[in-house]
């Protein structure tokens, strides 16, 4: 019997889900940081979103569509990221999982980023993808970053650790497809290049010089573009 694309990867997801730990939630915070306050009548957010009365929860909830079509590549990286996320999926909420779907143009990229608060297993179902991660620094500071890659297939499936920088780049002629699943309602994304060149305020410029040991007119020239995201 033949598998189809959409069935493969439903099989996937649901492996990817069904093999996490009996406990399937975020053990961590869910927000890159939640401050104090005296005040009774503010808002409370704590490590995710405020339960809905089940009385009024809908099938709706639970479902989201449009993971059938292709996400708009037409951005500087040529790739774009369509998430299930708590603010796009609001059944996901305490359920510890978020699935996305990634399109790539003909040498598309998603760049270097992280998931503070998830890992990923991701599955090629269209083109040609080199992906691969960078582990943290060693102890020894001599030793260099280690980059662990592979040139993935249709049906491929690789994994990216949390919190480490990973990438996935579309090395062949043609677009290509993938779907991945994070163990995390809210996995955060930092894309490298926009959070170092693009911060608001940005950072000083004689921080990166020193730090990349480049020209200041480079980091100039970076720090002046419009970096935005592909998500």
Not at 130 to 149: D, Q
């Amino acid at each position: 019997m033949k598998i189809s694309a959409f069935h493969f990867t439903l099989f996937i997801a649901i492996l990817a889900v069904g093999s996490s730990p009996a406990d399937a939630y975020d053990p961590g915070p869910l927000q890159d940081f939640c401050v104090a306050v005296n005040d009774s009548k503010a808002a409370v957010f704590v490590n995710g979103k405020i339960c809905k009365d089940p009385k009024t929860v809908t099938p709706d909830d639970f479902f989201i569509s449009g993971f059938n079509k292709p996400g708009n590549i037409s951005n500087p990286f040529g790739s774009r990221v369509t998430h299930a996320f708590v603010d796009d999926l609001p059944g996901l909420n305490t359920l510890g999982i978020s699935i996305v779907r990634i399109d790539f143009a003909p040498n598309g990229v998603n760049p270097p980023h992280e998931h503070p608060r998830a890992s990923e297993i991701l599955v090629v179902l269209e083109g040609t993808l080199y992906a691969g991660f960078i582990t943290t620094n060693p102890r020894n500071p001599n030793e260099k970053n280690k980059l662990f890659s592979k040139v993935l297939q249709p049906g491929d499936v690789f994994l990216f650790p949390q919190g480490l920088i990973h990438f996935q780049y579309n090395i062949g002629t043609t677009s290509a497809v993938a779907i991945a699943s994070l163990n995390s309602q809210n996995p955060g994304i930092m894309t490298i290049p926009k959070a170092v060149f693009g911060s608001e305020p940005p950072v000083r410029a004689d921080v990166l010089v020193k730090s990349f040991d480049v020209d200041e007119k480079l980091v100039e020239y970076l720090q002046s573009l419009p970096w935005k995201g592909n998500n």
